[in-house]
């Protein structure tokens, strides 16, 4: 393999993972704060691949300002989920919260597909030719996903980890009732992450339609590779995601140049299950206490 | 006008009654004691003041102001702090961390944040201040809700059984720690070890079967029949 080839195939790996690390993110914040699995992740990537294409093709806009629209309405679609069906069973069994999330995912999935029935949906506006660095070939589409998602993925973090309102999140993630005894709304906190983790699908489902097509199920595949980007990284681990969501994007790029799509989904679901034997609490995941 | 006023507190579990038609007062700058064999209610009651359980019937004042039906984030944010019989610290956060938690609540109330590095200081932690909170042992993570409490620069403390799971040695220096939060606050402790715990109290109540069978000062306590009979034992008297 040549120098050129191997960091072609690594830019390749940076785009795929950053938007697995913003899909993920979502994930790790939801799971890590309110200890939901949201099978309806998938739906919100969706929600923001469609709101953008609609954007473009019916006002004429440019997709780059599908990215503030997607963040505005996950962000406000989120907390209406939230307060509307999420908090009525977060104190229930968890597979009562489990089949929720999974009801709505399949509500979102026939909604899409009611709307905009199956067609491969795309459009050609937005930012266009490539940067040529030294022979590694990266368009301008790529570029724009990947410098989009590390800006959003820095924010998310610093958020979490410096901001007051990331302290109240990270300390209700260790403990709801601790939590509210140190007067966090636990409440509120818990509606701002579910509504914080939307936006970000919505904003990588703006991102997906930009460098590809847009379907009732182009957030499914997104959302398998997060559940498992975020099992690698650890559950509840923000910054875990982030780590193996490049970690994916590059064995992905690599193994399906060097086999074939097939085999890479293959690979990627092998260092899933090692990893589970191996390092169950996931790459910077914290083991559970009693 | 006492700083917390329940009256007529009852609270059913699936119809058992855990306690029934309870008055309780706190004055302002004592420390009470509640007392009780286990299934008496205490903790119920602790949990009704803080309000992380509601009362089947009754209400709870604080300060003169109704708060039965305010949520346990907004009661800490009114000044009630509170520790919990099995320690529930962020063991992800750092020590220091794990007080700052509660930091911007006690700045929200009243703009005076608490000096953090000197509740560590009080606490004996302050050479644990950049260290998980996982890291610590039972004693000091019993100290670490504690200042956590603390943080919040509260006007009820309100400490569940501080003395569980420690060694004599421990118990000794929590019992001293509280000798002295309790010169500036006002302080309900639940505890199972009466005889370590009564001493420092100004007044106790003691509960069996969900009432309240005695209350007084601790002299007066341990003279009363009906707390001989139903928990302190004759050798007591």
Redesign the interface.
């Known amino acids: 393999m040549s120098l050129t080839l191997f960091f072609q195939l690594l830019a390749n790996g940076l785009v795929v993972g950053g938007l697995l690390g913003i899909v993920a993110l979502g994930l790790a914040l939801i799971f890590g704060v309110m200890r939901v699995v949201n099978f309806a992740h998938g739906e919100f990537i969706t929600l923001g691949a469609y709101a953008t294409y609609l954007l473009v093709t019916q006002l004429g806009a440019s997709p780059l300002f599908g990215i503030p629209l997607a963040l505005a309405l996950g962000g406000a679609i989120g907390w209406l989920i939230q307060a509307g069906v999420i908090a009525r069973v977060t104190e229930r069994p968890e597979l009562d919260m489990l089949m929720t999330t999974y009801a709505l995912s399949v509500v979102g999935l026939g909604a899409f597909a009611a709307g905009f029935g199956g067609d491969f949906r795309s459009y050609s506006a937005g930012p266009s030719g490539s940067l040529d660095l030294a022979g590694v070939v990266v368009g301008w589409r790529s570029l724009t996903v990947l410098l989009t998602c590390l800006v959003m993925g820095a924010a998310t973090l610093l958020l979490v980890q410096r901001a ?1 309102v990331g ?2 999140l ?2 209700l ?3 709801r ?10 409440i509120a906190s818990e509606r701002l992450a579910f509504s914080a983790a939307v936006a970000l699908a919505a904003a990588a489902g703006a991102l997906v339609s930009l460098i590809g097509t847009t379907t009732p199920t182009v957030g499914h595949g997104w959302v398998l590779d997060g559940f498992v980007v975020v099992m690698l990284g650890g559950l509840g681990s923000v910054a875990g995601a982030l780590v193996a969501a490049f970690g994916i994007g590059f064995v992905q790029s690599f193994a399906s140049y060097l086999l074939d799509d097939s085999w890479a989904r293959i690979i990627i679901y092998l260092l899933l299950y090692a990893a589970i034997l191996v390092r169950p609490h996931g790459l910077l995941g ?1 083991q559970e ?1 009693a | 006008m006492a700083l917390v006023e329940a009256r007529a507190i009852e609270k059913r579990f699936s119809g058992v009654v855990a306690v029934k038609d309870v008055d309780l007062l706190v004055a302002e700058g004592e420390l009470l004691g509640l007392f009780g064999p286990n299934g008496a209610g205490k903790t119920t009651m602790f949990n009704i003041i ?3 359980v509601r009362p089947t019937a009754g209400a709870v004042r604080f300060r003169g102001v109704d708060i039965t039906a305010v ?4 009661r ?2 009114m000044g009630i ?2 520790t ?1 019989q099995v320690v ?6 750092t020590v220091m ?2 007080l ?3 930091v ?3 700045a ?1 109330r009243d703009g005076r944040p608490a000096d953090l590095a000197a509740l560590l200081r009080g606490v004996g932690l302050e050479k644990r201040a950049n260290d998980p909170a ?1 890291a610590l042992t039972l004693g000091m993570l019993k100290r670490l809700e504690v200042a ?2 603390l ?2 620069s509260p006007q009820l403390l309100l400490l569940d059984e501080p003395l569980a799971g420690l060694s004599d040695r421990e118990c000794a220096d929590m019992l001293q720690f509280v000798a002295t939060v309790r010169r500036s606050i006002t302080i309900v402790m639940v505890e199972h070890n009466v005889h370590l715990a009564l001493p420092i109290c100004d007044r106790a109540v003691v509960m069996d079967a969900g009432s309240i069978i005695a209350e007084g000062t601790p002299g007066e306590i341990r003279k009363n029949p009906a707390v001989i009979r139903a928990y302190l034992g004759e050798d007591a008297a």
């Not at chain 1, 009732?177 to 636990?186: L, P, R, T």
């Not at chain 2, 949520?71 to 907004?74: I, K």
Request: glycine share 10%.
């Open positions: 007051r302290l109240g990270r300390a993630a260790q403990n009732d601790a939590a509210a005894s140190c007067g966090i709304n636990v914290r206490h | 803080a309000g992380a949520p346990a984030f907004r800490a944010r702090g509170r919990f529930r610290p962020f063991r992800g956060l961390e794990n700052m938690a509660a911007p609540s006690a929200a996982a956590r409490a943080a919040l």
